[in-house]
C-alpha cells in the first residue's frame, strides 16, 4: 500500500474494489491510477456526487474506437449524481478526449477540473459541432496544452457549449496570451481566473476585445507580469459588466499622464501586493471593496463616498486616513502598520463602522493614544489580534505593555481638570472663614 493510500485513509475515505477510495458518507469518490483494469473498481465510484481520478494510461486508448451509446447506457448516465469530476497527473491525448467529451451531454455533471495534466497532440473538435454540455464551470490548472493562438476554429466547433459556460479558470499554466476570437465564444461567461500566468500589458488589449466576454463580472489577473497600472485599465474599457477585478501580486506603476476611466459597474478593486508607494488614480468611482495592503504606501489620501471595506494592512502608514473621505466605511483594516494613534474622534461619527483591525502597530500610549484604542474597542470589533497585539511602543514606561492594560483614568490622564476645581474650593472656603 502507497502513501497516498495510506494517506487517505488516515483522512477518513474508505477504499471501493481496487484503487477507488470514499469518503465516509460515500458522497466523494477518488481513483489512482486509470486502466482498462480497474474499471471495475471505477464503477463502485457512480453513487458519488465528485469524482476524481489521479494517474493511469490514457494514451495507451486514445486510437481505441468509441461506438456510440444504446439507449439503455444513455439512460444510466442521466441517472447519475455525478456533479463534479476532477482529472489529476494524466497525459490526455486531445484526440481521446475530443470523442469521449460529447458523452458528458447524457450526464448532470457541471463542474470538470483538470489538474497537473498534460494535453497532448490535437483533437478533432468538429465532431463536437453544435453539441450541448451541462458543464458550467471548468478548472485547468498547471496544464501544459499547445498554444491557445491559432485555435480559434476548434473553440468554434466547441460554441454549443462554451456559449453557455458560466465560470472559466486557467490558472498556472504558462498562458501569455487569450486571442480575441476566443474570448468571443464565450457569451455567458460570469467569472474568469487567469491568475499564475505570464500575460503582459500588451497581451490584454487583445484579449479584451470588442465582443470578447460580454457578460463578465469577476477578472482575476493575480500573479501575471503586468506592470502598467494604466494599461490595463485602458484594456478593460470594454468589459462594461466588470464589478470584480483583482491585479493583486504584479508589480505596477502609474503614467501619470492618463486619465483613464475605470468601467462604472467595478465594485470590488484588488490591488493587494503590487509594490505601490502611493494610492494610484483615477480608481473606480463606484468601489465599495479598495484591498491596498501589503504594499509600501506612506499616506492615503483618497474620498470614496460609495467604499464599504477598505484593507491597509502591511503597509507604512504613518496615520490613519480620514474617515471623512469614506462616509460608507464598515470594514478598516490598517494592521502591521506605523500608526501611533487612531483617529478615535472620526470614527466614532461613522455609524456604519463595525470591523476594525489595527494590532502590530507601534502605539503612543499617552492618554489620548491608548485612550481612543480602548474606547475603540468598546465600541468596534478590533478582530482577533485584540488585546495581546496591541501593545504600547512609547512612551518609555509603557513600552511593551498592552493598551488596554495602560490607565486612562481621569485622575491621572487629566490631573489640571481634578487640581484646579479642588484649589478653587480651597478659595471659597478660604474665603468664607475670613
Known amino acids: 500500500m502507497n502513501v497516498a493510500v495510506l494517506l487517505l485513509l488516515g483522512l477518513g475515505l474508505l477504499e471501493a474494489e481496487g484503487r477507488c477510495f470514499f469518503n465516509r458518507t460515500e458522497e466523494h ?109 471548468l478548472h485547468f490548472h498547471n496544464v ?28 498556472g499554466s504558462h498562458v501569455t496570451s487569450l486571442p480575441c476570437g476566443i474570448g468571443r465564444v464565450f457569451r455567458a461567461l460570469r467569472s474568469l481566473d487567469v491568475s499564475q500566468n505570464s500575460l503582459g500589458d500588451e497581451s490584454l488589449m487583445p484579449a479584451f476585445c470588442e465582443g470578447a466576454f460580454p457578460q463578465l463580472q469577476v477578472l482575476s489577473l493575480q500573479r501575471n507580469n503586468l506592470t502598467s497600472y494604466h494599461s490595463v485599465c485602458e484594456s478593460m474599457q470594454l468589459l462594461r459588466e466588470l464589478q470584480h477585478l483583482d491585479l493583486s501580486q504584479n508589480k505596477l506603476m502609474a503614467d501619470p499622464s492618463s486619465s483613464c476611466q475605470w468601467p462604472v459597474a467595478l465594485r470590488i478593486f484588488n490591488l493587494s501586493n503590487t509594490g505601490l508607494d502611493e494610492v494610484l488614480t483615477p480608481l473606480p468611482s463606484n468601489l465599495e471593496v479598495l484591498d491596498m495592503s501589503c504594499n509600501h504606501l506612506h499616506a492615503v489620501d483618497i474620498s470614496l463616498s460609495s467604499l464599504k471595506k477598505l484593507f491597509l494592512s502591511q503597509n507604512v502608514l504613518q496615520a490613519a486616513p480620514s474617515m471623512r473621505n469614506y462616509p460608507m466605511l464598515d470594514t478598516l483594516h490598517l494592521d502591521n502598520n506605523s500608526i501611533a494613534e487612531l483617529p478615535w474622534d472620526e470614527v466614532k461619527l461613522l455609524g456604519h463602522l463595525r470591523d476594525v483591525a489595527a494590532a502590530g502597530n507601534p502605539y503612543n500610549c499617552s492618554c489620548s493614544g491608548a485612550g ?20 504600547c511602543h512609547s512612551p518609555p514606561h509603557y513600552q511593551g505593555r498592552l493598551v488596554k492594560d495602560v490607565p486612562v483614568s481621569v485622575l491621572q490622564c487629566n490631573s489640571a481638570a481634578v487640581i484646579a476645581p479642588v484649589c478653587i474650593a480651597l478659595a471659597l472656603v478660604g474665603v468664607a472663614g475670613a
Open 144 to 171: 501544459t496544452s499547445a498554444p491557445l493562438t491559432g485555435r480559434e476554429q476548434d473553440f468554434s466547433s466547441l460554441s454549443g457549449w462554451l456559449e453557455i459556460l458560466q465560470e472559466l479558470a486557467v490558472t
Open 29 to 137: 469518490c477518488v481513483c489512482y491510477s486509470l486502466s482498462q483494469e480497474s474499471l471495475s473498481s471505477i464503477i463502485q465510484c457512480l453513487p458519488a456526487s465528485v469524482v476524481e481520478f489521479w494517474g493511469g494510461e490514457l494514451e495507451r486508448y486514445a486510437a481505441f474506437p468509441i461506438n456510440d451509446l444504446d439507449p439503455s447506457a444513455i439512460e444510466m448516465l442521466g441517472s447519475l449524481v455525478i456533479r463534479k469530476i476532477i482529472f489529476g497527473d494524466l497525459l490526455v491525448p486531445e484526440i481521446l478526449l475530443a470523442r469521449v467529451l460529447r458523452f458528458f451531454s447524457y450526464t448532470q455533471v457541471q463542474e470538470l477540473v483538470f489538474e497537473s495534466c498534460i494535453f497532448e497532440g490535437r483533437g478533432n473538435w468538429a465532431e463536437m459541432a453544435g453539441q450541448g454540455l451541462p458543464i458550467l464551470s
Open 372 to 391: 481612543g484604542v480602548q474606547a475603540l474597542a468598546g465600541l468596534v470589533h478590533l478582530g482577533q489580534g485584540w488585546p495581546q497585539d496591541y501593545r
